[in-house]
């Protein structure tokens, strides 16, 4: 940091650091979330035009196995989808909140700089 900003600037954009990487964190998580949207889309479709008589199988860790009610995987599938839309809305406004804050605390910080740059311009 610039030896010559008080110790209050200082605090305030260490602040503003922690919020940029919590603003990076929610966007990585919705990255995340996204995708698994995604692969549950394509392996619902895939499911949906499967047969009756076609084996389906579910895969937990290492092990494969078959799938006796397509129609109850269907659902618990459909149930992961909505929910992970669901985070993915809050997570969507977790990170215009933090947004928001980090634009305020940014104008603060640059008004707060101005000021300091001012006082310290006429007592010089």
């Known amino acids: 940091m610039e030896p010559n900003l008080s110790q209050y600037i ?3 954009i260490r602040q503003a650091q922690q919020m940029e990487s919590q603003i990076e964190q929610v966007a990585n998580q919705k990255y995340q979330l996204d995708v698994r949207i995604k692969e549950l889309d394509k392996t619902i479709k895939e499911l949906e035009a499967v047969t009756g008589e076609t084996p389906v ?22 149930e ?21 804050k980090y634009k305020e605390l940014e104008a603060g910080i640059q008004q707060r700089y101005e000021e300091e740059t001012k006082r310290r311009g006429t007592n010089s």
């Open 57 to 78: 199988y579910k895969s937990v860790g290492n092990i494969l196995y078959q799938i006796p009610d397509k129609k109850k995987l269907l659902e618990d599938l459909s």
């Open 10 to 12: 200082q605090n305030q």
């Open 80 to 100: 992961q989808k909505e929910l992970s839309e669901i985070r993915i809305k809050t997570l969507e406004k977790q990170q215009k909140t933090l947004e928001e």
